[in-house]
């Protein structure tokens, strides 16, 4: 099947800091990534959809200055979390589209600890 | 604002049982329906998509969709205790958007 990586995969840091999550597409090239946040116990949220080479389209609430998404090629987007404060903390998750049947993989998620 | 429906749970059903796990959902144009399971601390995984009215079996899993009633089923024939996750119904929206429902946790009981 279509395997997604996400590095790193667990990370600290202090508040103020800027933070970058990868996340490639490894044996397909994606058409479209996707990033998530989950909060404990709750369920998936879409922040924004990314399409190859084009500007990040962002879901209502989701600051865009405050999370940067790049999507340089069509197997690698990184999401940049800027000024991360506590709040941020959270379980940020990426899919890609693509493949057989234009199917969303996800990868397997990057923990978030903002101190 | 697209929505999906599930029964947060959790469902217990004994070991070698059959769960079945149900989902609605709002967009009658909606064409293509997902399941994915989700075990804890680590993020979705695919086990079937279906387009077409109707049942889709692959091993244990059964999918099966009813347009018409706007509901799709995830059956597992019998479960493990390996089976206990959550898993999310999602429906795919216009500009490839996945819309998620919040989850059914599924407890098997061995």
């Known amino acids: 099947g279509a395997v997604v990586s996400q590095h790193p995969s667990r990370v600290i840091c202090k508040s103020g800091t800027s933070v970058k999550i990868e996340c490639r597409s490894l044996?397909?090239?994606?058409?479209?990534m996707f990033w998530y946040r989950q909060f404990p116990k709750q369920s998936l949220m879409l922040m924004a959809t990314?399409?190859?080479?084009?500007?990040?389209?962002?879901e209502q609430g989701v600051e865009k200055d405050k999370f940067l998404i790049n999507h340089a090629s069509l197997t690698l987007s990184t999401l940049t979390v800027t000024s991360a404060h506590p709040e941020d903390s959270s379980f940020y998750i990426c899919?890609?589209?693509?493949?057989?049947?234009?199917?969303?993989?996800f990868g397997p998620g990057t923990r978030l600890l903002v101190l | 604002q697209k929505e999906v429906e599930q029964n947060s749970g959790p469902l217990s059903v004994p070991e070698g049982a059959i769960a079945s796990l149900n989902c609605t959902y709002s967009d009658r144009g909606s064409q293509s329906f997902f399941w994915y399971r989700q075990y804890s601390g680590k993020s979705p995984e695919l086990i079937m998509s279906i387009y077409s009215n109707g049942d889709k079996e692959d091993g244990r899993f059964t999918a099966q969709l009813n347009k018409a009633s706007q509901y799709v089923s995830l059956l597992i024939r019998d479960s493990q205790p390996s089976d206990s996750a959550t898993y999310l119904c999602?429906?795919?929206?216009?500009?490839?958007?996945?819309?998620f429902g919040a989850g059914t946790i599924l407890r098997v009981k061995s």
């Open positions: 999602a429906v795919r929206e216009y500009g490839n958007k996945l819309v």
């Open positions: 044996d397909f090239q994606a058409t479209t």
């Open positions: 899919s890609a589209r693509g493949g057989k049947g234009e199917t969303q993989y």
């Open positions: 990314s399409n190859e080479g084009s500007k990040a389209t962002y």
